[in-house]
């Protein structure tokens, strides 16, 4: 046994039965956080504090056993998920030393279950970005190829989890921020409904659009700690593959992308169709033109609510924020919303009628076509190479960077629908390609039902070669 290719799961159940020390797991995952430093997935961590729990849970254990559903399970907690325990810094300047009177919700949560905060990981700066090419912090590398960039805003999460630092992680998803670097690093990441989870403790973008959510390496461990966040017991519906219906809008989601993408997508609905799955081809009516009007207007209005509000907690202003950002993409956000470019209230008003508008839509087709999810390539794209803030060559052009990577997530984030992105291969040249499945609004158990019948039907993903190297 291995330690460190354990799943969550896979863990629990070797700390529970003694085939495994709490402090030999911790560790052994430490030595590999130590051993893939340079991919810079971290902000913060205690080791000293994290051995020491590993090792009251192993003299605890020998006089009675700790049936908690997480116990002993370190976790890696996004930088901008506020923990009493390590500063919550949002990947710039002005809050590295910020140090929260008590944990998020969604920690308070993970810990009540036995688990164990890891540390705290990379961030885009202030969650807004795509890339986490942070000025502050330095960049995340993707663990398949460290001069690529892992996706963001929740990068440094997703490539704790892909490195096998930790079996788990949480990150937050606005836009993309969790879909995006699980697709590009290989791993298994959730976005819940809008509100499913507790929002108390966050360093919020957007109070309407965020959410956190869970990253691991199997479904059947994003599904663990989907229930322990939402407090949902529900079982995970045991899903068949035959009769299945996908909606596979190759208009909306497939135009443009990468051909090596494609090929893995393609490929990975051949292998549904034939375990029985019916694909339908069919787009969301006036997609593009609702979500088009609706997800940065909503971001940009809500931000200037929510980010003036937890830096004044802090004893900050917001001019003394933007002076401590380092990468110039968030300054330029920042200082438009600041000056006289800022999004209004009319504006805003506008997006959110559209906003509805997108969910009645969604709403519609999914009852319409009968539809579990719809499926489609996570991202256009595999992971550029770091330092391609502002465009990025594909098919040959350059495009936006950020719009490229966000496109295929955003418009299920801004209709608050669950989404979950699954490895579905790598392309020719070992990078990883992910699968998303969005599902009907409050529909998260049963999409995370589908998602573990479709994992099971995908070959697994390999690690990638430097874990080990």
């Given at each position: 046994m291995v330690p460190i290719e354990l799943t969550l799961i896979e863990a629990v159940t070797a700390l529970r039965c003694r085939k495994l020390g709490y402090q030999e797991y911790v560790q052994a995952l430490m030595q590999q956080t130590d051993r893939l430093a340079y991919l810079n997935a971290w902000i913060s961590r205690d080791p000293e504090q994290l051995i020491q729990q590993a090792k009251a849970f192993d003299q605890a254990s020998s006089a009675q056993p700790d049936h908690r559903p997480l116990v002993g399970i370190p976790v890696a907690i996004k930088d901008n998920i506020?923990?009493?325990d390590l500063p919550t810094s949002g990947g710039t300047r002005a809050l590295l030393?910020?140090?929260p009177s008590r944990n998020a919700t969604v920690v308070e949560r993970l810990l009540q279950s036995g688990g164990l905060i890891a540390g705290k990981t990379n961030l885009h700066e202030l969650a807004l970005g795509g890339t986490n090419h942070n000025a502050v912090t330095g960049p995340c590398r993707n663990?398949?190829?460290?001069l690529r960039i892992p996706g963001g805003s929740s990068g440094g999460s997703a490539v704790a989890v892909a490195s096998r630092m930790v079996p788990a992680a949480?990150?937050?998803?606005t836009g993309a921020s969790v879909r995006l670097p699980a697709a590009l690093c290989g791993v298994v990441g959730f976005r819940p409904s809008t509100g499913r989870y507790a929002a108390q403790g966050i360093l919020h973008l957007s109070l309407t659009?965020?959410?956190v959510g869970p990253m691991a390496r199997s479904v059947a461990d994003v599904a663990l700690l989907d229930a322990l966040l939402a407090e949902d017991p529900t079982d995970v519906p045991d899903v068949s593959l035959k009769g299945l219906r996908l909606g596979v809008p190759r208009g909306?989601?497939?135009?443009?992308?990468d051909p090596q993408v494609l090929a893995v997508i393609e490929q990975a609905l051949q292998t549904l169709v034939a375990e029985g799955v019916e694909c339908i081809a069919l787009d969301v009516p006036?997609?593009?033109?609702?979500?088009?009007?609706t997800g940065s207007t909503l971001v940009m209005f809500?931000?200037?609510?929510?980010?003036?509000?937890y830096v004044s907690a802090q004893g900050l202003s917001m001019l003394a924020l933007l002076a401590g950002v380092g990468s110039p993409d968030v300054a330029l956000l920042l200082s438009r919303q600041l000056g006289h470019d800022r999004v209004t209230a009319t504006a805003y008003a506008a997006a959110q009628a559209t906003r509805q508008k997108l969910q009645a839509a969604y709403a519609r087709h999914f009852s319409e076509h009968r539809l579990d999810a719809l499926a489609f390539p996570t991202c256009l794209m595999t992971a550029p190479p770091i330092g391609h803030d502002d465009t990025v060559y594909l098919r040959g052009q350059q495009v936006p960077t950020f719009k490229t990577l966000i496109r295929n997530t955003d418009p299920g984030s801004n209709a608050g629908l669950p989404g979950i992105s699954l490895p579905a291969g790598l392309t020719a040249e070992g990078l990883p390609v992910g699968l998303e499945l969005d599902g009907p609004s409050g529909m998260d158990r049963h999409l995370l039902g589908v998602a573990a019948a479709i994992e099971r039907a995908l070959p697994p993903l390999p690690r990638p070669l430097m874990v080990y190297d």
């Amino acid at each position: 046994m291995v330690p460190i290719e354990l799943t969550l799961i896979e863990a629990v159940t070797a700390l529970r039965c003694r085939k495994l020390g709490y402090q030999e797991y911790v560790q052994a995952l430490m030595q590999q956080t130590d051993r893939l430093a340079y991919l810079n997935a971290w902000i913060s961590r205690d080791p000293e504090q994290l051995i020491q729990q590993a090792k009251a849970f192993d003299q605890a254990s020998s006089a009675q056993p700790d049936h908690r559903p997480l116990v002993g399970i370190p976790v890696a907690i996004k930088d901008n998920i506020d923990t009493s325990d390590l500063p919550t810094s949002g990947g710039t300047r002005a809050l590295l030393t910020s140090r929260p009177s008590r944990n998020a919700t969604v920690v308070e949560r993970l810990l009540q279950s036995g688990g164990l905060i890891a540390g705290k990981t990379n961030l885009h700066e202030l969650a807004l970005g795509g890339t986490n090419h942070n000025a502050v912090t330095g960049p995340c590398r993707n663990p398949w190829n460290p001069l690529r960039i892992p996706g963001g805003s929740s990068g440094g999460s997703a490539v704790a989890v892909a490195s096998r630092m930790v079996p788990a992680a949480l990150g937050t998803d606005t836009g993309a921020s969790v879909r995006l670097p699980a697709a590009l690093c290989g791993v298994v990441g959730f976005r819940p409904s809008t509100g499913r989870y507790a929002a108390q403790g966050i360093l919020h973008l957007s109070l309407t659009k965020d959410t956190v959510g869970p990253m691991a390496r199997s479904v059947a461990d994003v599904a663990l700690l989907d229930a322990l966040l939402a407090e949902d017991p529900t079982d995970v519906p045991d899903v068949s593959l035959k009769g299945l219906r996908l909606g596979v809008p190759r208009g909306d989601f497939f135009q443009d992308a990468d051909p090596q993408v494609l090929a893995v997508i393609e490929q990975a609905l051949q292998t549904l169709v034939a375990e029985g799955v019916e694909c339908i081809a069919l787009d969301v009516p006036d997609l593009k033109r609702h979500n088009d009007a609706t997800g940065s207007t909503l971001v940009m209005f809500e931000m200037m609510q929510s980010l003036p509000a937890y830096v004044s907690a802090q004893g900050l202003s917001m001019l003394a924020l933007l002076a401590g950002v380092g990468s110039p993409d968030v300054a330029l956000l920042l200082s438009r919303q600041l000056g006289h470019d800022r999004v209004t209230a009319t504006a805003y008003a506008a997006a959110q009628a559209t906003r509805q508008k997108l969910q009645a839509a969604y709403a519609r087709h999914f009852s319409e076509h009968r539809l579990d999810a719809l499926a489609f390539p996570t991202c256009l794209m595999t992971a550029p190479p770091i330092g391609h803030d502002d465009t990025v060559y594909l098919r040959g052009q350059q495009v936006p960077t950020f719009k490229t990577l966000i496109r295929n997530t955003d418009p299920g984030s801004n209709a608050g629908l669950p989404g979950i992105s699954l490895p579905a291969g790598l392309t020719a040249e070992g990078l990883p390609v992910g699968l998303e499945l969005d599902g009907p609004s409050g529909m998260d158990r049963h999409l995370l039902g589908v998602a573990a019948a479709i994992e099971r039907a995908l070959p697994p993903l390999p690690r990638p070669l430097m874990v080990y190297d």
